[in-house]
């Protein structure tokens, strides 16, 4: 058979497993990027934590260890592949006696391998927006915090109300990358088993020994999906742009 | 007794002594104006009182209470001391009406419409109140410093302090803001302003300090200051008066 007939073939009989494993990488990146991002935020605001001469001894070792906790965490995570991340995450919760073979049992697809797989991409995409919200927060001009504590504000309600909002904003473009590269780098999820479109591809492949055309119907929907992705995150951006809530460049206030 | 005494502050950046010695009082409705060369200290100084700068040594006492004390609640005291910036300092992320609000209800812990009721009736006051809906983004240099008096108004200061607020703005729009701080001047609110317009100085202040390297060189009366000029100051006026 020739690959025009394999793509045929696969597309008709399998089209279902492909559908499923599109689902699965949307959830994924979806779930992961999303989650990951309310994370990053608590785990970027852990690397900033700065003891104050006025905490009382305890908040300043306090403040030193989540500080010394969480640039280890950011820089482990991405300092290793996800993929090994996946593995050593499987095999060391089987060590404790956890098998998310076991778990939602009797679901054939978004099983618990799933939830696994969901877990991985969320801690796995925390260190990563920790970063992305920290060169945010850097980003936000000094005189944003200024003009709020000369105000009265405490230094948590300037970030919350001032500080964060504008930093995320101005992050959103980096955001949406990482969900680009969530949507690919969640294929390498398949070596636990998370039913995901590389995964769909790879049973498919096998049952049918149709490699080269399996490989090629995913490759063009990660494609579409990618495409597809950066067009909604341009229209995000336009719609942002268009509202004029304020602007990217932190320009200080000088008259033009 | 004066709203604000400041006794003797010090301070220095790693080995640079930036303000060296400085006091002066402040009674309720006076209006001093700081002047100095750039470098001096006059901007050091006022963050201080606003506490954004820790004095090394000395202490600031507002409405008898010694501001710089250890358990003092420093965002109660930036509350009632508030500080109108060179860069405004808007915030980017809201409407001109929201910029105004927030504080008045996170710190002083207004409703909703009264904060709000608050916040229009000072808009009107600097001229701006039909740009209650607008973002920072889309005013003038001149609007933005006239929404940051607005903003800080909402707070009813006891002293509003001025950081150089025309130093960033064309000569049109200087002449709004400083109209905006005469009629403040009227209505008898105390501030202190460090500013770079001699002229606007002269005529809206009733203290001048002139500080020379981070040192009390004259204060007094601000006819008197001007009338008898030290040699720094003559100096300095024959540069900033052109």
């Known amino acids: 058979m020739n690959l025009g007939d394999d793509i045929a073939n696969l597309l008709t009989n399998y089209w279902r497993e492909f559908l499923l494993g599109l689902a699965g990488t949307l959830l994924l990146s979806v779930v992961g990027t999303g989650v990951g991002l309310f994370l990053g935020v608590f785990l970027a605001l852990g690397k900033r934590m700065k003891p104050r001469p006025s905490d009382n001894p305890f908040q300043k070792i306090g403040k030193r260890v989540l500080r010394g906790l969480s640039s280890a965490y950011s820089a482990v995570i991405r300092g290793t592949p996800m993929m090994v991340q996946a593995i050593l995450f499987k095999y060391g919760c089987m060590a404790m006696g956890v098998n998310w073979n076991n778990i939602l049992p009797g679901i054939d697809v978004f099983n618990g391998w799933m939830v696994a797989g969901l877990i991985v991409i969320t801690l796995n995409t925390t260190a990563y927006m920790c970063e992305v919200v920290l060169s945010g927060l850097n980003g936000v001009d000094k005189g944003q915090e200024e003009g709020a504590r000369s105000l009265g504000l405490s230094s948590s309600q300037t970030l919350w109300s001032v500080v964060l909002p504008q930093a995320l904003r101005n992050a959103i473009p980096t955001i949406g990358n990482e969900w680009i590269v969530n949507i690919k780098d969640s294929s390498v999820l398949n070596v636990i088993g998370v039913a995901e479109l590389y995964f769909e591809a790879y049973m498919a492949a096998n049952s049918t020994y149709a490699f080269m055309a399996s490989y090629l119907i995913i490759a063009v929907i990660y494609l579409l999906l990618t495409l597809g992705s950066n067009l909604i995150l341009k229209l995000v951006g336009i719609k942002l742009e268009g509202k004029r809530i304020f602007r990217f460049s932190h320009r200080k206030g000088v008259a033009a | ?242």
Not at chain 2, 5 to 14: L, M
Not at chain 2, 99 to 124: D, F
Not at chain 2, 176 to 200: P, W, Y
């Open chain 2, 1 to 242: 007794m004066s709203l604000l005494e400041v006794n003797h502050i010090s301070k220095r950046f790693d080995d640079e002594v930036v303000l060296a010695d400085v006091s002066f009082t402040l009674d309720k409705g006076d209006c001093l104006t700081i002047l100095g060369n750039s470098g001096s200290g006059k901007s050091t100084c006022l963050r201080c009182i606003n506490l954004l700068e820790r004095p090394d040594a000395g202490e600031i006492i507002l409405d008898g209470q010694n501001i710089l004390a250890p358990k003092t609640d420093e965002n109660k005291v930036r509350a009632r001391v508030n500080m109108v910036f060179q860069s405004f300092n808007l915030f980017n992320n809201m409407s001109v009406l929201a910029n105004c609000v927030l504080a008045q209800r996170k710190v002083l812990k207004r409703g909703k419409r009264e904060a709000e009721e608050i916040a229009r009736k000072n808009l009107s006051k600097v001229g701006l109140l039909e740009k209650a809906d607008a973002f920072p983004a889309s005013l003038s240099g001149g609007q933005k410093q006239r929404v940051a008096i607005a903003r800080s108004l909402c707070m009813n200061p006891e002293i509003l302090l001025f950081d150089e607020p025309t130093s960033a703005l064309d000569p049109m729009m200087v002449a709004e803001v400083c109209n905006v701080m005469a009629n403040l001047r009227e209505e008898g609110v105390t501030m202190i302003l460090v500013t770079h317009q001699l002229d606007f100085a002269r005529k809206i202040s009733s203290k001048t300090m002139f500080l020379h390297k981070g040192i009390v060189d004259m204060l007094g009366p601000t006819e008197e200051v001007f009338s008898k000029p030290s040699p720094h100051f003559r100096d300095f006026i024959k540069v900033e008066g052109h």
